[in-house]
């Protein structure tokens, strides 16, 4: 049975210090936990993906598949604010096809990314973060560690998803969900994708 250390989550970026303070007390004596310990953790969905999008839990293959869902699921963001720019979406389509099907080879998914860098860099420094980091996520699907890039791509998506939200707000105490939502939509796919996994082996 595949199981990740409990250092995995307390070393993570996102968790707090009383959630990680929480875990301690919770799990000190079976430090060991599986991916369905870690989908049934009391955290914010963040954290539990986080967790979840590691080489013990998923194939290659599958973080990359699953890195190209979230990185296609908030390009709305970016397409919202550059309707015409179609380098990010077809950095995503590259991807996809080189992963599945083997279509296309990794340096030239390399290449088509660093021409679709302008994509991105138009949005830096500027209000709209979201279009920034939406396209931020579909420039990071040729890295070589794909845990580490599906990893990645979900926190931009949740980002591209809170800014989205966060940039057309109509109070400054409107309440703010949207990137626990995406975060949400996330692990439905990775918990999809660990069940294709058990009915299969």
């Not at 250390?5 to 996102?14: A, M, P």
């Not at 839990?57 to 919202?80: G, N």
Request: hydrophobic residues 45%; negative net charge.
């Amino acid at each position: 049975m595949s199981v990740i250390s409990l250092d995995v989550l307390l070393k993570s970026e996102l968790i707090s210090q009383e959630e990680s303070y929480a875990l301690i007390i919770n799990y000190s004596s079976r430090p060991l936990l599986t991916s369905g310990d870690v989908i049934e953790l009391d955290l914010p969905a963040k954290i539990r993906v986080d967790a979840l999008l590691q080489p013990q839990f998923l194939s290659e293959y599958k973080l990359r598949e699953l890195a190209s869902d979230f990185a296609q699921h908030t390009l709305h963001v970016f397409e919202k604010h550059a309707p015409n720019d179609h380098r990010p979406h077809e950095c995503i389509t590259a991807a996809g096809l080189l992963n599945s099907w083997g279509i296309g080879s990794w340096e030239s998914l390399s290449e088509m990314i660093r021409e679709a860098q302008p994509a991105m860099w138009q949005f830096q420094r500027t209000e709209h973060v979201g279009a920034y980091e939406a396209c931020r996520a579909a420039l990071l699907l040729d890295s070589e560690d794909a845990a580490w890039m599906a990893r990645h791509v979900a926190v931009c998506a949740q980002i591209a998803a809170h800014r989205y939200v966060w940039e057309s707000k109509s109070s400054n105490v409107e309440l703010m969900t949207a990137r626990e939502l995406e975060a949400v939509w996330q692990l439905r796919r990775i918990i999809d994708q660990l069940w294709i996994d058990h009915t299969n082996s």
